[in-house]
């Protein structure tokens, strides 16, 4: 789309809050608990990301603006829900303001390493199939066509009959469902609790635009990106040791190369552009 939202920190904040309260309750089986719990996810980032296209109908409502105004709503709800005296707080201590463990059933199953140490569990293959999904959706389906028409430009997708808000819509509610997803994965792979504390310092959804842009929006691209983005991420703050980089600096370090990165990828728009510039005033030079 040629206007972007940056709602997907709320949307994933929404996606890890709906599995904590389905997620609590123990089930018969595990695959029904587990797929509750992330249809839960989904359903909840795509009605949070909708409501940014449902207010840009009548009102003309920016989604920028809008899903900015979301986020913040997300992070005082999820203060609220799991915050001293909030309906969602641990039963077991009244002090702590985080919510209860996820029953076991619910916990997604680890299939490469110690499930105690956050081994790599089956939410590997469900990101994998959502990036196949997202591929096909995007160019091998009507809906795809219109959403890629629509971004490209909206005055001609208007004129060749393509309702350019429902796509809107249609757009916003498909990348909340996603980010959704993301939270829900996290909340059942490895956090299995969500509390206050962890509102403040999470920023997966910040650094999906970062990923977009670096795989320039495609479904192989953006795969490749969040391994890079989330190796940085854990390589950094996890696999080193003081005696390989000071600790003050691993945190920082992931920033830095993260900043890095986004520069380099968006100067070839830079270069681009004095090459341009550059070859137009040469062209000005032999005329004259």
Do not use: C
Not at 147 to 154: C, D, I, K, L
């Amino acid at each position: 789309m040629r206007d972007v939202h940056i709602g997907g920190q709320g949307q994933y904040f929404v996606g890890s809050t709906l599995p904590t309260g389905s997620g609590t309750r123990s089930r018969d089986g595990a695959f029904p608990h587990i797929l509750l719990a992330i249809g839960a996810a989904v359903v909840g980032g795509a009605v949070w990301a909708g409501i940014a296209g449902v207010l840009k109908r009548p009102s003309a409502a920016h989604e920028v603006i809008s899903t900015i105004m979301l986020n913040w709503i997300a992070i005082w709800v999820g203060t609220y829900l799991f915050g001293d005296g909030g309906p969602l707080q641990n039963s077991a201590n009244k002090t702590i303001p985080i919510s209860n463990d996820i029953a076991g059933s619910a916990k997604l199953p680890v299939f490469w390493g110690d499930k105690d140490l956050q081994g790599l569990h089956v939410g590997f293959f469900v990101a994998l199939a959502a990036l196949v999904l997202f591929w096909l959706v995007l160019n091998r389906t009507t809906l795809g066509y219109e959403v890629r028409a629509v971004g490209f430009n909206p005055e001609a997708a208007a004129y060749g009959g393509i309702n350019v808000k429902k796509n809107l819509v249609r757009t916003l509610a498909i990348s909340g469902a996603f980010a959704g997803l993301a939270g829900g994965l996290d909340m059942l792979g490895y956090l299995y609790r969500f509390g206050v504390s962890d509102i403040p310092v999470s920023s997966v959804g910040f650094l999906g635009i970062a990923v977009a842009l670096l795989g320039r929006n495609t479904a192989v691209g953006t795969g490749l990106g969040a391994l890079l983005f989330g190796a940085l991420l854990f390589g950094t703050t996890h696999g080193l040791s003081s005696n390989v980089i000071q600790p003050e600096l691993a945190g920082n370090l992931t920033y830095m190369i993260q900043g890095l990165i986004v520069l380099f990828v968006g100067a070839d728009v830079l270069i681009l552009y004095i090459w341009n510039t550059r070859r137009r005033l040469r062209r000005k030079a032999m005329v004259a």
